[in-house]
């Protein structure tokens, strides 16, 4: 909604990125000595959170795209038509991977003794059968147990999201879906199964927004794709 309003849009662009010119030092390591740099932004672009993603290939259909970005503290769920945010359709919601990785560490400390939120990331890293729980005594019955739980408590999470598309009604059978964020990596077979195979998932959704981004700067700018 930011966005949308041009003066708000501009506001924010002239207090990122000022006027004039701007002298920085720094250090490039430790034992390095401090070096002072000037310079001057002379070309200055503000885009939408999750625009980046539809532009990461040349392939992207560019029609009804639908942009999930499943970040640390927020999911952004943002519809595009042919580029343009289409506000009726977008929202941000709080399940993202902090939401995930709490409330698992809950439910497992609820079923088992205390599970830390740190435990809770290093499992979900893991794929497939690996997903579980690992006490220092091997224990079956919880490493069969905590996976249950945990597939569950994964797929449930990714139901959520879908839930929220269904609010804002959108009409899922005929849009594209790309799904970004560092989260999105962690829940890339519970996405597959809630949403379809024909999801696009970037090799490294992290940085999708800012890859695409730079595709964008520097066509606008030196002309060229890469």
């Not at 945990?150 to 999201?161: G, M, P, Q, R, S």
């Not at 090799?203 to 060229?224: D, Q, S, T, Y």
Request: charged share 25%.
């Amino acid at each position: 909604k930011d966005f949308e309003d041009v003066d708000i849009r501009n506001a924010y662009k002239e207090y990122i990125l000022p006027d004039g010119d701007i002298t920085i030092s720094y250090k490039t390591d430790n034992e390095s000595p401090t070096v002072t740099k000037t310079f001057r932004i002379i070309s200055k672009h503000v885009y939408p959170e999750t625009q980046g993603a539809l532009f990461l290939t040349n392939d992207i259909d560019v029609g009804t795209v639908a942009v999930i970005d499943i970040g640390h503290l927020n999911v952004n769920e943002t519809v595009y038509n042919n580029v343009e945010i289409d506000s009726l359709y977008s929202l941000t919601d709080t399940l993202g991977g902090n939401n995930l990785v709490t409330g698992l560490a809950q439910e497992l400390s609820s079923a088992f003794s205390l599970v830390d939120e740190k435990t809770v990331c290093r499992v979900l890293m893991k794929s497939g059968d690996a997903r579980h729980l690992e006490p220092t005594r091997p224990n079956p019955e919880i490493e069969q147990r905590s996976k249950e739980i945990i597939d569950e408590y994964t797929l449930n999470h990714v139901k959520a999201i879908r839930r929220l598309c269904d609010s804002k009604r959108w009409p899922v059978d005929f849009m594209n879906f790309i799904f970004i964020g560092g989260t999105s990596k962690l829940l890339k077979d519970e996405i597959y199964q809630v949403f379809g195979e024909d999801v696009f998932i970037p090799e490294r959704p992290e940085f999708a927004n800012v890859r695409g981004f730079l595709r964008i700067l520097v066509a606008k700018i030196a002309k060229v794709q890469i």
